[in-house]
DNA sequence: CTGCCTGCAAAGGATTTGCACTCAT
DNA sequence: ATGAGTGCAAATCCTTTGCAGGCAG
């Protein structure tokens, strides 16, 4: 029913990978799909988190394998990972652009270290709970163009996830 | 000289932790003093590397009592540290608001519950470079309002360094 | 004196790497 | 066929922890 669905961004990234004269393996699709599920569920997986996940769905795939797929795919584009603060680093599809939906956090990341476009979604998670949610678009639109000018710094505003304290967990 | 100067904030730090019936010792004495020292080289250290310094000064304490003392002074207030995308955290001297450094207000600040934070102003890192330069004050405070308005979050605007690229290393 | 802080050493846990093999192309 | 990807396992690397003793207060 939403298998389909849900092989959609799954089969996108695929092609994409195709493309590139990326080779298409189990290991790599395990690792798109329980990212893209994640997505989907509004959930920010770290590559052991993902790990696991793999496991359960494809039991074959070596934990180091996820971990050199993780960097395979973010390096040819297809996926996106956002560093949170102290609690490591968690991965998305890197969605081109189309369907920017809640939770999500498109990227356009090019080769490695190499993207200036950084127009994702900027995350922020709380210190006291843990808890990651999407920023309002645009929040760090001022800070950017405030680096910008004054010191020349182009602000990748997804690439890392702000800290302070969620509605839930602020002192009143 | 400045040998002296360099001793006014340790001894203020020194002071805030007897206040608090911290215990002053050399380990505590020594991590302070090579951070002080980096925070007026605007260095950003971390950890380890804080560690390795402090051997040499002071060969007697183990990395382990680094790591502790590191956790313990945090705690008590009289230090802060910052997260840095994906390499790590960085410690600063948590200065009491003054002489901190030029135009940056004291933020004000509601609970303890988590961080006593303090180097106030923000961070911001080149993924190129890697390195680490303080972003014009008040860079957050529109962020910050839009975050408080719109989600109800508290950002901590000093907590965890923005990322981008540098002016010297941003592809004209 | 007391017990907070430390030294030491060993455990821990996440990520990486060398190497040979396999499978996608 | 052929080399990009993978499995396996060992190696790292940074950080934490248990315990006993030492020093600050």
């Given at each position: 029913m939403n298998a389909n669905h849900d092989g959609d961004r799954v089969e996108a990234a695929l092609g994409r990978l195709r493309e590139l004269g990326e080779r298409i393996t189990p290991a790599r699709q395990a690792v798109l799909r329980v990212i893209d599920t994640a997505d989907r569920a509004e959930e920010h997986l770290s590559a052991e988190h993902i790990g696991e996940r793999v496991a359960t769905l494809?039991?074959?795939?070596h934990r180091a394998t996820v971990y050199r797929t993780l960097t395979a795919l973010t390096g040819a584009g297809v996926l996106t990972h956002v560093h949170l603060g102290g609690t490591g680093t968690v991965y998305h599809?890197?969605?081109?652009?189309?369907?920017?939906?809640?939770?999500v956090s498109p990227a356009a990341y090019g080769?490695?270290?190499?993207?200036?476009?950084?127009?994702g979604h900027t995350h922020v998670q709380c210190v006291v709970c843990g808890r990651v949610q999407d920023a309002p678009p645009g929040v760090l639109d001022e800070a950017a163009r405030i680096m910008r000018d004054d010191l020349g710094f182009e602000l990748d505003t997804s690439h890392a996830a702000l800290l302070g304290r969620c509605a839930d967990c602020v002192p009143t």
């Amino acid at each position: 029913m939403n298998a389909n669905h849900d092989g959609d961004r799954v089969e996108a990234a695929l092609g994409r990978l195709r493309e590139l004269g990326e080779r298409i393996t189990p290991a790599r699709q395990a690792v798109l799909r329980v990212i893209d599920t994640a997505d989907r569920a509004e959930e920010h997986l770290s590559a052991e988190h993902i790990g696991e996940r793999v496991a359960t769905l494809e039991p074959s795939v070596h934990r180091a394998t996820v971990y050199r797929t993780l960097t395979a795919l973010t390096g040819a584009g297809v996926l996106t990972h956002v560093h949170l603060g102290g609690t490591g680093t968690v991965y998305h599809l890197a969605t081109p652009a189309s369907e920017a939906a809640p939770g999500v956090s498109p990227a356009a990341y090019g080769t490695d270290v190499s993207e200036p476009h950084g127009h994702g979604h900027t995350h922020v998670q709380c210190v006291v709970c843990g808890r990651v949610q999407d920023a309002p678009p645009g929040v760090l639109d001022e800070a950017a163009r405030i680096m910008r000018d004054d010191l020349g710094f182009e602000l990748d505003t997804s690439h890392a996830a702000l800290l302070g304290r969620c509605a839930d967990c602020v002192p009143t």
